[in-house]
């Protein structure tokens, strides 16, 4: 009789191969290395300094071995995950100076960080201003408005790169596909006129 299914092992979500046959030849070539350096430090005899720099320099090289030794390749299969089952995120974004860290690319981080490809209610983004800057309280505000637009703009049409600033640079490219063609370039023109006016507002306020 069959097993029930869910008594069926789960897809792994990754794999790890180890490369045998450069395992084999790292581990000769050490060997090799090895065997060269007792030879060397065998002939120079017993010289309190030089045998210690050649022994300490010996175990910096044995150090440097460990990946080598077992060298391994990885392959990750995101598309098993149930997104459901995807853990809680928290995204820190820090700024401490507006006139080092413009307080436009700083929300324009924060923006790529809100509309990820992530479940919404797994994913909660922070801003930590250490200067209390209320120019950054400005920018907050306005983005957490324009987020209200983008985010479902870049989950409606799959964008690659959700980053506002190199979106309205003319990257076509960062689309993920659709055939809503009319309905995008509508939407595209309304969430790119609120970017605008909120970038315009807060160099007005400030500047």
């Known amino acids: 009789m069959a097993a029930p299914l869910q008594d069926a092992a789960p897809l792994q979500l990754h794999t ?3 490369d045998q046959p450069l395992a084999a030849v790292n581990r000769l070539l050490a060997g090799l290395h090895l ?9 120079r005899g017993a010289h309190d ?3 210690v720099a050649d022994l300490v320099l010996l175990f910096l090289w044995a150090l440097s071995q ?3 030794w077992r060298p391994v390749s990885r392959a990750a299969f995101p598309g098993r995950l149930s997104r459901p089952a995807l853990p809680a995120v928290d995204v820190m974004v820090a700024t401490a100076d507006p006139d080092k860290e413009p307080a436009v690319k700083v929300m324009n981080t924060v923006i790529s960080a809100m509309a990820l490809d992530y479940p ?3 994913l909660t983004v922070y801003l930590s201003d250490d200067a209390g800057s209320p120019l950054i309280l400005l920018a907050a505000r306005k983005a957490y ?5 983008w985010v479902p703009f870049c989950r409606k049409y799959r ?3 959700p980053c506002p600033h190199k979106f309205f640079a003319g990257n076509d490219d960062q689309l993920g596909g659709g055939d809503h063609h009319d309905e995008l370039a509508d939407d595209r023109i309304r969430v790119k006129v609120r970017n605008l006016i909120g970038k315009k507002r807060i160099a007005y306020r400030f500047y």
């Open 120 to 122: 919404g209610g797994q």
């Open 145 to 149: 408005a324009f987020a209200r637009a």
């Open 66 to 68: 460990a990946p080598m």
């Open 16 to 18: 790890v191969e180890v």
């Open 159 to 161: 964008v690659q790169c």
């Open 35 to 43: 065997a060269l350096a007792a030879t060397a430090i065998a002939h």
């Open 49 to 51: 300094i030089m045998l």
